[in-house]
């Protein structure tokens, strides 16, 4: 990976735990500029982490030892840096009040410049919820970019939703190599099709606050920030809370009284968050369409069936076949072929939801 001058400046200040986020803007500014403000720089740093720390660290900013060691390191976990004077380093998330210095990645670069959406939500977002969820962040990838954890619930949902476009950042609470990732295999393909963000150096293990202060680039990186679940109190609330600072547009499922995890979601569309039924209560905001798709034509049988089940939007096949008004012999197999053709999907006790909302009709 080539970087210029002053990226390969900032990867190798950021590589220094000793120093938290201001000092290494100040250790920086203490080897540039005029005399005087290098002095000035300097005596501030050597008043917190102190003189001797100072004196290391200078020592091995200067040290191509260290330099070549710590790229090779990148290299080889294949691990590539952002860095806040990089070309691509997204605006968005270089105008919030603390932008990392250096985004750590892995995956597809390219998805930094797209229009993003974050999607965040609780660990045990009900099961109907979660697959809500998937079915949205699927279609809303055919105009967006979803930006999402790592976690159970919503976070997972949100992957898989977006898995089969490629459109999918991953931000991490950890490094990439520190065992953060509660499903390392969906991080993995993620990855594989779309890009995987951390603010930390790949060693660097996640701690409780960690998590907090992820969501602030979570929240950052998009133009809208999407609470599928949460309770009064919950980390995907810190995140709409962010947005909200940002100016970022916030939306939010609607609940029923009583569900907990959805009290923290009613409290936020109370509050002004748009409320979301579908995909294109989203778009919508941000002056976007779904674009024409042409579809795979359909029989006869396929289309009753799948506008049976459009029809609610999830429907169990014994419904689908009195609606429909095909035999209940035949419709599992016609289900199956809308599956494979994209059109539904199956959510569970032989229930299936319309993915798509629009065939070509012979």
């Given at each position: 990976m080539q970087y210029t001058p002053t990226e390969r400046e900032l990867i190798v200040v950021d590589s220094f735990g000793e120093?938290?986020?201001?000092?290494?803007?100040?250790?920086?500014?203490s080897?540039?500029?005029?005399?005087?403000?290098?002095?000035?720089?300097?005596?501030?740093?050597?008043?917190?982490?102190?003189?001797?720390?100072?004196?290391?660290?200078?020592?091995?900013?200067?040290?191509?030892?260290?330099?070549d060691k710590l790229f090779a390191s990148l290299?080889?976990?294949?691990?590539?840096?952002?860095?806040?004077?990089?070309?691509?380093?997204?605006?968005?998330?270089?105008?919030?009040?603390?932008?990392?210095?250096?985004?750590?990645?892995?995956?597809n670069r390219a998805l930094l410049g797209d229009r993003k959406l974050t999607?965040?939500?609780?660990?045990?977002?009900?099961?109907?919820?979660?697959?809500?969820?998937?079915?949205?962040?699927?279609?809303?990838?055919?105009?967006?970019?979803?930006?999402?954890?790592v976690a159970d619930g919503a976070d997972s949902a949100a992957i898989k939703g977006a898995l089969a476009s490629g459109r999918?950042?991953?931000?991490?609470?950890?490094?990439?190599?520190?065992?953060?990732?509660?499903?390392a295999q969906l991080l993995a393909r993620a990855e594989s099709v779309g890009l995987s963000i951390?603010?930390?150096?790949?060693?660097?293990?996640?701690?409780?606050?960690?998590f907090l202060v992820r969501n602030r680039i979570m929240a950052g990186l998009s133009s809208g920030t999407l609470v599928v679940s949460a309770a009064k109190r919950s980390g995907a609330l810190s995140t709409a809370s962010y947005a909200?600072?940002?100016?970022?547009?916030?939306?939010?499922?609607?609940?029923?009284?009583?569900?907990p995890s959805g009290e923290g979601c009613n409290a936020l569309i109370k509050k002004g968050a748009y409320l979301v039924e579908n995909a294109l209560d989203i778009l919508s905001v941000f002056g976007l369409e779904l674009p024409v798709e042409k579809l795979p034509e359909l029989s006869e049988s396929e289309q009753a069936v799948f506008l049976a089940v459009r029809q609610t939007g999830e429907m169990h096949a014994a419904e689908i076949a009195k609606i429909s008004g095909r035999p209940m012999r035949e419709v599992a197999a016609l289900c199956a072929a809308l599956e494979i053709k994209g059109l539904i999907t199956r959510t569970g006790g032989n229930k299936f939801a319309a993915v798509q909302t629009t065939i070509n009709q012979r």
């Open positions: 120093l938290n986020y201001n000092n290494k803007k100040n250790f920086l500014a080897l540039a500029g005029s005399e005087g403000e290098r002095q000035k720089f300097a005596q501030s740093l050597i008043k917190t982490p102190g003189d001797g720390v100072y004196n290391k660290l200078k020592a091995k900013f200067s040290d191509g030892g260290y330099r290299e080889r976990r294949g691990v590539f840096c952002v860095t806040i004077a990089s070309a691509d380093y997204p605006e968005s998330l270089k105008n919030i009040p603390v932008p990392p210095l250096v985004l750590y990645c892995r995956g999607v965040v939500g609780s660990r045990r977002t009900l099961p109907q919820i979660a697959e809500q969820c998937r079915n949205i962040c699927s279609e809303l990838t055919r105009r967006l970019t979803i930006v999402t954890g999918i950042i991953c931000v991490l609470p950890g490094g990439h190599d520190s065992g953060c990732a509660a499903h951390s603010e930390y150096p790949p060693a660097f293990k996640a701690q409780r606050y960690t909200a600072d940002y100016g970022r547009d916030v939306f939010a499922f609607p609940y029923f009284a009583g569900v």
